[in-house]
């Protein structure tokens, strides 16, 4: 069973939107700090937002403002709301635990792209 199932991405224009969609398994979901990461092409993997187990949440300078975590414990399911999208937010978005200590799913392609 895959500990990460993203979903949700897709091409758009800047400044449209797109809600991303992480179903996680069910002992890590209950335990964790959730967080989603992005990997733009050529380059490493980096965090994106967190949100504790209380509902938390903190994001990094790029998207904040822009975008939305949030976790639904009845579906162990993290989503992140993406609001005026921009052509530097093009890359694979994946969820894992703010501590990434499990391994990634296949993450969710956006691209951004006028």
């Known amino acids: 069973q895959a500990k990460f199932v993203e979903s949700g991405g897709g091409s758009v224009q800047p400044g449209q939107s797109l809600t991303l969609s992480c179903v996680v398994e069910?002992?890590?979901?209950?335990?964790?700090?959730m967080a989603w990461y992005r990997q733009a092409p050529g380059k490493q993997r980096d965090l994106v937002a967190r949100?504790?187990?209380?509902?938390?949440?903190t994001y990094e300078d790029p998207v904040k403002d822009r975008f939305t975590i949030s976790r639904n414990g009845a579906k162990d399911t993290v989503y992140l709301q993406m609001n005026n999208l921009l052509p530097n937010d093009t890359g694979i978005y994946f969820c894992?635990?703010?501590?990434?200590?499990?391994?990634w799913g296949h993450g969710t392609q956006v691209t951004v792209s006028s």
């Open positions: 949100i504790n187990r209380t509902g938390w949440p």
């Open positions: 894992n635990t703010w501590a990434a200590v499990y391994s």
């Open positions: 069910k002992r890590i979901f209950s335990s964790s700090t």
